[in-house]
C-alpha cells in the first residue's frame, strides 16, 4: 500500500501493478487485482490450462489435482467421523468440468466499516465475488491485516474507539470519498446503531443489514418482546413493560417468583445484569442495574425475566428479504457462559434431536415471517429451553 493525499486528507490506496495499469483507469476506481498467492488465497479454484481438458503430465502434482486431493482427504475425514459412506471416486479425476460463474455484483465497491477477523473475512468474500473493498483504520491499526487485505484503505483518526471505529460520520465519508456504495458494519461498533443505518440511507449507500426500524425495535428487549408477544411467540415469563417505578419492579419480580434476572433493555456483554435469589437483594441489585446500565449504553430502564437455572441457550439465525419470505440457517448452542457471555458456539447444537432441530428451525422461521416487516434482512433468534419447553428471549 502506498500513501496517497487528496484534499488534505491521507489515505492509503494498492498501487497498480505495470502489467495491470490501463489508461482508462481513473484515481479512486476499482484497480484489477493481482492473481492471489496461494498463501493467503482463502479457497483457490483450480482451473485447467487453455484448450486443455486435463492438467498436463509433469514430474509434480498439479496445482488442480493436488486441490482435488487435499478437498477429497478433508472429506473423507469428515465422513469417517460421521460414519456415512466414502467420497465418490469421481472425486480424483484429473478433469472437472468448470464450475458455474458468479452472478455479477451489483455493488461494486464495499467498505467494511470494522477491523481484525471480521473485517478480513467480508473482504475474502468481497474479493471471491469480484467487488472491490474499502478499509477503515485508527492509528494503532496502520499496519493491520485487513488494512493490508483491502484495495484501499482510509485512516479515520486515533486509536480510541470513539474517534474512529465509532466516528459514524467519517466512516460515511470515506465511502463517499472512495466511491463505495455499500458498507458492511461486521459485527460490534456500529452495526447495531439505528442512527447510523439511517445515515447510510439517508446519504444514499446500502448498509449491508437490517433497516433502521428493526434495529431501533428488536435492539430495544421490551420492544422485542412486545413484539413477539403480540405475534404469539412464548415468552420468558417476566415484566418488560415502560413503568420503571421501582415498587411496581418489586410488585412484579413477585408475581413472577424467584429467583428472577434483572437486565437493562439495551445493550449487551452481560454488562448490567443482575440475578436476584430473594426480595430483600432486589431493591438494591436494580439501582445497581440501573448504574451500570445508564454508564454503559446511556440508557437505564430495565426488564425482569424468570431466571432459569439450567438451560440451553441455542441461537437460530434467520434471513428475511422485504417481500415476506423467511429462511432459517440453522442453530447454534452457546450455552457456555462466563459472566453472561458466551465462551464458545457450537454449530450444530450437541444432543439435540433431528426432530427437535426442525422444530426449533420452523419455529424461528414462522416467528420471522410473522413480523417480517420488523426483521428483514437478517437477524437472530433466541432460544432458552428447560425441560422441552421452548422460550424466546
Request: charged share 20%.
Amino acid at each position: 500500500l502506498e500513501e496517497e493525499e487528496t484534499s488534505g486528507t491521507r489515505r492509503l490506496v494498492r498501487p497498480q501493478s505495470p502489467r495491470l495499469s490501463s489508461p482508462a483507469t481513473a484515481p479512486n476506481q476499482t484497480y484489477p487485482r493481482p492473481d492471489p498467492s496461494p498463501r493467503h488465497s482463502a479457497s483457490p479454484t483450480p482451473q485447467s490450462p487453455p484448450h486443455h481438458t486435463t492438467p498436463p503430465r509433469s514430474a509434480h502434482t498439479p496445482p488442480a489435482m493436488a486441490s482435488r486431493l487435499l478437498r477429497l482427504h478433508h472429506q473423507l475425514r469428515r465422513r469417517r467421523h460421521h460414519g456415512t459412506s466414502p467420497v465418490p471416486c469421481r472425486l480424483l479425476s484429473s478433469s472437472s468440468a468448470p464450475e458455474p460463474p458468479l452472478p455479477s455484483p451489483t455493488v461494486e465497491k464495499v467498505l467494511v466499516a470494522n477491523r481484525g477477523e471480521i473485517a478480513c473475512r467480508v473482504m475474502r468474500t468481497a474479493r471471491r465475488l469480484g467487488i472491490a473493498t474499502v478499509a477503515v483504520y485508527s492509528d494503532a491499526d496502520r499496519a493491520a491485516l485487513h488494512v493490508r487485505a483491502a484495495d484501499e484503505a482510509v485512516r479515520l483518526g486515533l486509536p480510541p474507539a470513539r474517534e474512529s471505529y465509532l466516528n459514524a460520520a467519517a466512516i460515511v465519508d470515506a465511502a463517499l470519498r472512495t466511491g463505495a456504495k455499500a458498507i458492511h458494519p461486521g459485527y460490534g461498533f456500529l452495526s447495531e446503531s439505528a442512527d447510523f443505518a439511517q445515515l447510510c440511507e439517508s446519504e444514499g449507500l446500502t448498509f449491508i443489514g437490517p433497516p433502521p426500524s428493526a434495529i431501533r425495535d428488536m435492539g430495544d428487549k421490551s420492544a422485542s418482546k412486545r413484539i413477539m408477544g403480540a405475534a404469539g411467540v412464548p415468552l420468558v415469563p417476566g415484566y418488560h413493560g415502560a413503568d420503571q417505578d421501582i415498587e411496581l419492579l418489586k410488585l412484579e419480580a413477585d408475581k413472577i417468583g424467584y429467583p428472577v434476572l434483572i437486565k437493562p433493555t439495551h445493550g449487551g456483554g452481560g454488562k448490567g445484569m443482575r440475578i436476584v435469589q430473594g426480595p430483600d437483594d432486589f431493591v438494591d441489585s436494580v439501582r445497581s442495574a440501573q448504574r451500570e446500565a445508564a454508564a454503559s449504553f446511556g440508557i437505564d430502564t430495565l426488564l425482569i425475566e424468570k431466571y432459569i437455572t439450567q438451560p440451553r441457550h441455542i441461537e437460530v439465525q434467520v434471513f428475511c428479504d422485504k417481500h415476506g419470505n423467511a429462511i432459517h440457517l440453522y442453530e447454534r448452542d452457546c450455552s457456555l457462559q462466563r459472566r453472561h457471555q458466551k465462551i464458545i458456539e457450537e454449530a450444530p447444537a450437541p444432543n439435540v434431536t433431528t426432530e427437535f432441530r426442525a422444530h426449533i428451525g420452523e419455529a424461528a422461521v414462522s416467528a420471522a415471517k410473522l413480523v417480517t416487516t420488523v426483521l428483514e434482512q437478517w437477524s437472530l433468534l433466541w432460544i432458552l429451553f428447560q425441560e422441552n419447553s421452548i422460550s424466546w428471549r
